[in-house]
């Protein structure tokens, strides 16, 4: 008869995944047969999920099933792409780390991480890092504040440096389960190696070349907390295509608009054309930061394109 245990997934590399199991992690493969109902995803168990596994005759662990999720983070696979990659399940929080300079952090790339952490219920607080290079430039730091506070999130100043930020981080990650996500080069290794100095991540350096960060952690991963909680580090993100969120349900996801959408004329509003709407006239009288407003317009061309 074999052995049944209940684990958590800290580790997925694809053909292999660490199972987290009463202190003891469990090396385990999966199930070809595993499928999640109603998503099609190229990663069918990911970190954060909970699992059931067997040990066979042969010692070998195997992933069975996974438990219902809580939530996850999604985003699709590819540009124009039917196919999904969930970045990690079961989160309690996640911290979107953005840099001003070396390298420069999109705003429409913040702006897809955030909707997406909107609609799957996710709170979200940005970290402005490398801050005693941004600090360098004042008036572009105000700005960054100005548009997402107004927004509605928390925006904490980071600096692994010289410290600036991380008692404010460490508070926000006791004994929770937090992901951790950005472009490469971010400094998001550092900052889990800064609150859990005895991980000793690998850390990468700015490439010369296209002023972007170099990949260095591969797959994501899970790291216990010493004082309670875990985090999620994730491979640096290119891209984050939104994925099965409506043309019509999409604003819902900007809080800001969310806020003045009730105002407009029309109940069916878009925001993109019609007399009366209150969104355009507050990014008019830039009560919404225009960045934010022409991310959300980006975003619904995208979409038509992929649904072509």
């Given at each position: 008869?074999?052995?049944?245990?209940?684990?958590?997934?800290?580790?997925?590399?694809?053909s292999w995944y660490d199972v987290l199991h009463e202190g003891r992690t469990?090396?385990?493969?999966?199930?070809?047969?595993?499928?999640?109902k109603g998503v099609r995803s190229t990663n069918p168990v990911v970190v954060?999920?909970?699992?059931?596994?067997?040990?066979?005759?042969?010692?070998?662990?195997?992933?069975?099933?996974?438990?219902?999720?809580?939530?996850?983070?999604?985003?699709?696979?590819?540009?124009?792409?039917?196919?999904?990659?969930?970045?990690?399940?079961?989160?309690?929080?996640?911290?979107?780390?953005?840099?001003?300079?070396?390298?420069?952090?999109?705003?429409?790339?913040?702006?897809?991480?955030?909707?997406?952490?909107?609609?799957?219920?996710?709170?979200?607080?940005?970290?402005?890092?490398?801050?005693?290079?941004?600090?360098?430039?004042?008036?572009?730091?105000?700005?960054?504040?100005?548009?997402?506070?107004?927004?509605?999130?928390?925006?904490?100043?980071?600096?692994?440096?010289?410290?600036?930020?991380?008692?404010?981080?460490?508070?926000?990650?006791?004994?929770?389960?937090?992901?951790?996500?950005?472009?490469?080069?971010?400094?998001?290794?550092?900052?889990?190696?800064?609150?859990?100095?005895?991980?000793?991540?690998?850390?990468?350096?700015?490439?010369?070349?296209?002023?972007?960060?170099?990949?260095?952690?591969?797959?994501?991963?899970?790291?216990?907390?010493?004082?309670?909680?875990?985090?999620?580090?994730?491979?640096?993100?290119?891209?984050?295509?939104?994925?099965?969120?409506?043309?019509?349900?999409?604003?819902?996801?900007?809080?800001?608009?969310?806020?003045?959408?009730?105002?407009?004329?029309?109940?069916?509003?878009?925001?993109?054309?019609?007399?009366?709407?209150?969104?355009?006239?507050?990014?008019?009288?830039?009560?919404?930061?225009?960045?934010?407003?022409?991310?959300?317009?980006?975003?619904?061309?995208?979409?038509?394109?992929?649904?072509?």
């Open positions: 008869m074999s052995t049944e245990i209940r684990g958590v997934v800290t580790r997925a590399t694809g469990i090396a385990c493969r999966i199930r070809g047969r595993i499928r999640l954060g999920d909970e699992v059931v596994c067997t040990e066979g005759g042969d010692g070998e662990w195997v992933i069975e099933r996974i438990l219902p999720r809580r939530n996850y983070i999604i985003r699709r696979a590819s540009n124009l792409s039917k196919e999904s990659h969930i970045i990690a399940a079961n989160i309690d929080q996640a911290l979107l780390v953005a840099t001003l300079s070396q390298p420069v952090t999109a705003p429409e790339f913040l702006d897809r991480f955030l909707a997406t952490c909107e609609a799957y219920k996710i709170p979200a607080t940005i970290l402005l890092a490398k801050y005693d290079l941004a600090a360098a430039d004042p008036e572009a730091a105000a700005a960054f504040h100005a548009t997402y506070e107004s927004a509605g999130y928390r925006v904490v100043d980071l600096s692994t440096l010289d410290g600036t930020g991380l008692d404010a981080v460490r508070a926000l990650v006791a004994g929770r389960t937090t992901l951790v996500a950005g472009n490469s080069g971010v400094g998001k290794s550092t900052l889990v190696g800064a609150l859990e100095p005895g991980l000793a991540l690998r850390t990468g350096s700015i490439s010369e070349s296209h002023r972007k960060g170099r990949h260095t952690t591969t797959f994501s991963a899970m790291y216990p907390l010493t004082g309670g909680g875990f985090l999620i580090d994730t491979p640096g993100i290119k891209g984050f295509g939104l994925i099965d969120i409506d043309d019509h349900e999409l604003w819902h996801y900007f809080p800001e608009m969310m806020r003045i959408g009730a105002g407009c004329r029309f109940y069916n509003c878009t925001h993109t054309h019609e007399p009366g709407c209150a969104v355009r006239e507050a990014v008019a009288r830039g009560e919404v930061a225009r960045s934010r407003y022409e991310s959300y317009l980006k975003i619904r061309d995208e979409d038509d394109k992929y649904r072509k």
